[in-house]
């Protein structure tokens, strides 16, 4: 591991400085996580009152929960859309935006600032916006002759809770797209325009190629935002209802842990989020050291 | 701009202006709401033109709160979130600068244990432990309390993999000078070191604040008694009365409160946030 050519040589220092940061990560990472792995292999009787150990028999048990295996599909469903969504359109705005030279630094605040809105509480301003008695999208979408109503059609609230988790995704991509395209060399634009290629194919040809690692670090780090970030957009809206149609996993461990209780299954699936999660860092970082390039 | 093609600059423009306008539609209308009184809620259509309750909404809000849902007055909602914001982003930058100055600076054993220790932390979100988190919290007593909400979130390896990473930067030539004249580990740090990390540790301030403010599971979880909520998680107490509707002017009013200071912050700083979330995530 890199460090400096000369180094300081005291002892003891070195850990002074890094004991607040490992105590935290100790006391409230660490030992939460191993408590989390050991309560997934226990099963308690309904009273709490003894503890067994049943091995693999919780994660056994998920495989055949019609509960869970829904709750995978709906993640399933539920991540890539708001990946789709918000990445597609960071990319458009990032792509119109990068073709302007007057306003462009107008439009560029006035797309980023909603990165700053909770996931809370722009899942209630959607909320609000879908309302079936008051709202005004069923209003306009009554017109056309659809009734919304997201408490009772599934397909309605995933739709919701899509829209309301992706609103605030697409600034942040936005940024990322806009710097990779800053990124690529005017030169290589200026020499496609002299063969003769059209803005549109330069963009399909060289700037979409180019953002090819910006894409892909995006794809991940928005699999993960949906993964486990749309917590709060799922409990302040749809409450993973109806009949289950929006419980995404992370909203299903809370559920099970702390209002069912049952704390070996809620353990079980709270492993099983772990070693997705840490799956798709490590992808993340093999890929971003290869670098995506064509 | 190397050709030029009008008609696609156009397209450009209406893409975006349609882009702006629909992300901003559902703040304008939370807007709008927190200016009309409950009764123009009840049927019909939201009002979409402003109302003229805007000032009895926020006054009421911000000093009574709503007693029927359980909610505190919005002030001191605010000064927690406020509290919360800071202690976080401070306690981020502070622990993490400092871990990151022994991983860089020093030679010892261990050093690739810690960093790993450390690199662990930002593989596993709260959300996906959240139980036992929780017991460990309640076993040390820090329910309801400002360590409770703070304390738990501020380990982060992002802000020590970015410090880690401008560390690395600095010239070695620095650090050799700086011994030969006699300073020690503390007075380069403090003196060079620190000075050299202001606008890294000004960019990340801003993400760690916007990260702080709208923790949203965590303090539902911590904070049991209405002394601690934090404004963000007190929003879903309002919208979720038991059997009657939302009083939409009012949750709309705490909708605008609770995304103020944070937009404020981008919007006022945006130089500094666009830097501190590229280099964050790199």
Known sequence: ?294 | MIDRHPWLDALAHAVLIVGVLVVAFPVYVAVIASTHGPNDFMSGLIPLLPGSEMLANYRSMLTDGLSSSGAPPLGGMLWNSLVMALCIAFGKIVISILSAYAIVYFRFPFRAVAFWMIFITLMLPVEVRIVPTFKVVADLGLLDSYAGLTIPLIASATATFLFRQFFLTVPDELMEAARIDGAGPLKFFRDILLPLSRTNIAALFVILFIYGWNQYLWPMMITTTSSHYTIVMGIKRMSDVADALPQWNVVMTTVVLAMLPPVIVVVGMQRLFVKGLIETEK
């Open chain 1, 1 to 294: 591991m890199q460090t400096k050519r000369t180094v300081f040589g005291n002892r003891l220092l070195p850990y002074a400085l890094l004991l607040p940061q490992l105590a935290v990560t100790v006391i409230f990472f660490l030992w939460p996580a191993a408590q989390a792995i050991l309560q997934s292999f226990l099963r308690e009787d309904a009273f709490g009152l003894s503890t067994t150990w049943v091995g693999l028999a919780n994660y056994a048990d998920l495989l055949h929960d019609p509960n869970y295996l829904n709750s995978l599909k709906v993640t399933a469903i539920f991540a890539p859309a708001v990946t789709l969504l918000s990445v597609g359109l960071g990319l458009v705005f990032a792509a119109s935006l990068d073709r302007l030279v007057r306003g462009s630094r107008v439009y560029a605040t006035l797309l980023v600032w909603p990165y700053a809105v909770a996931p809370a509480v722009g899942g209630i301003m959607w909320w609000f916006l879908f309302n079936p008695t008051i709202g005004l999208l069923p209003y306009l979408l009554a017109m056309v002759g659809y009734r919304w109503d997201h408490s009772l059609q599934p397909t309605d609230a995933m739709i919701l809770v899509v829209i309301a988790a992706s609103w605030k995704q697409v600034s942040y991509n936005f940024l990322f797209f806009m710097a990779g395209l800053q990124a690529i060399p005017k030169s290589m634009i200026e020499a496609a325009a002299i063969d003769g290629a059209g803005p549109v194919k330069r963009f399909f040809t060289i700037a979409f190629p180019l953002l090819s690692p910006t894409t892909f670090f995006l794809a991940v780090i928005n699999l993960v935002y949906a993964m486990f970030d749309t917590f709060p957009v799922i409990h302040a809206t749809t409450g993973g209802n109806p009949a289950q149609s929006t419980n995404i996993l992370v909203y299903k461990v809370f559920v099970d842990g702390f209002i069912g209780l049952n704390l070996g299954s809620s353990a079980a699936q709270s492993v099983v989020l772990m070693v997705i999660v840490v799956a798709l860092t490590v992808i993340q970082f093999k890929w971003v050291e290869r670098k995506v390039t064509y």
